[in-house]
């Protein structure tokens, strides 16, 4: 099994940023490839490596990909001008993704992989931006055991909870599925609050009884955390606009879930086909979530 150095960061966006920079402060020689100039600015500052284009990291020990969308992966890993094509001839690189993706792609960035002498596991994150820059991610991984175990050192250095869910893409269907709940939480839990403090009762008083009660998610367990992330998703309208991309693909990768098990989920539709209206009050309810003095008001 051999000894991890160099860690590239295909994608440093909310998420991969902080993941980045607690991967560097872990000891590892780091290389980030995105598209944001002033992102690779903050990076090679303090001497990381910088690149806009993928095949540039082809050298790392593993590649760390945290893109938007399936195209998006599949551009940069196994693209006319990806990174499988850069592979040097006797290496051995671990392609790590770590996005929300189908298994049905894994399998086909595999095919490619395979060729080029690089192995590959699915290793989606939950927690959120909080959890990204705190390191204490909850991280899933499907793959190889033999792959698992070269590259759980490095996964400590970005979360403490993690899981090997069993062969390729069975972490991604385990994400999904997470994130099916998660996103309605998100949204759910913001109506809650909004409720209770129209009449009066403020979120600090009513969580410590959702925590050990039905109403319990991870918003509700703790006030000051659940305030916390509302805040990062809605510091400002390109934050907000980001993550609500992120949440519209994960329920869009829910129904194709549910497609190819030709299984019929009407709730699931349904919260999809709300957040893809794009209500506006929803921000509104997140910003107050999060800085419940803000004087923003609802339309709703």
């Known amino acids: 099994m051999s000894l991890i150095k160099t860690v590239a960061f ?79 001839e006797g290496r051995h690189p671990l392609i790590c993704i770590m996005g929300t993706t189908l298994p049905d792609t894994l399998q086909i960035i595999k095919g490619a992989l395979d060729l080029a002498g690089a192995s590959l596991i699915d290793a989606p994150v939950s927690g959120g931006i909080v959890g990204a820059e705190k390191g204490t991610l909850t991280i899933m991984l499907g793959g190889e055991q033999e792959d698992i175990q070269r590259v759980m050192p490095l996964m400590e250095s970005m979360g403490n909870n993690i899981f090997h869910c069993g062969a390729l893409g069975s972490a991604e269907v385990v994400k999904v599925i997470n994130n099916m709940l998660c996103v309605t939480n998100m949204f759910l839990t913001a109506e809650a609050i909004d409720l209770a403090e129209r009449h009066g009762v403020s979120f600090e008083k009513f969580s410590p009884i959702l925590a050990i009660s039905t109403g319990l998610n991870f918003l509700t367990a703790d006030a000051q955390v659940g305030r916390a992330q509302y805040a990062a998703w809605a510091r400002s309208e390109e934050a907000y606009e980001a993550i609500y991309r992120v949440v519209r693909k994960d329920l869009h990768l829910a129904l194709q879930l549910a497609e190819l098990a030709q299984v019929d989920l009407d709730l699931l539709k349904g919260i999809s086909k709300y957040v893809d209206s794009n209500d506006r009050n929803a921000m509104v309810r997140w910003m107050r979530s999060g800085q419940p003095s803000l004087k923003v008001i609802c339309n709703t």
């Open 10 to 88: 295909i994608g440093a966006g909310n998420m991969g940023a902080p993941m980045a920079r607690n991967v560097q402060l872990a000891g590892y020689e780091l290389i980030v490839c995105d598209l944001n100039e002033s992102v690779l600015a903050s990076f090679a500052q303090s001497g990381v490596k910088v690149t806009t284009k993928a095949p540039d990291c082809a050298s790392a020990d593993v590649i760390i990909v945290l893109l938007a969308n399936d195209e998006q992966i599949k551009d940069a890993l196994i693209g006319e001008e990806g990174l499988a094509k850069a592979i040097p």
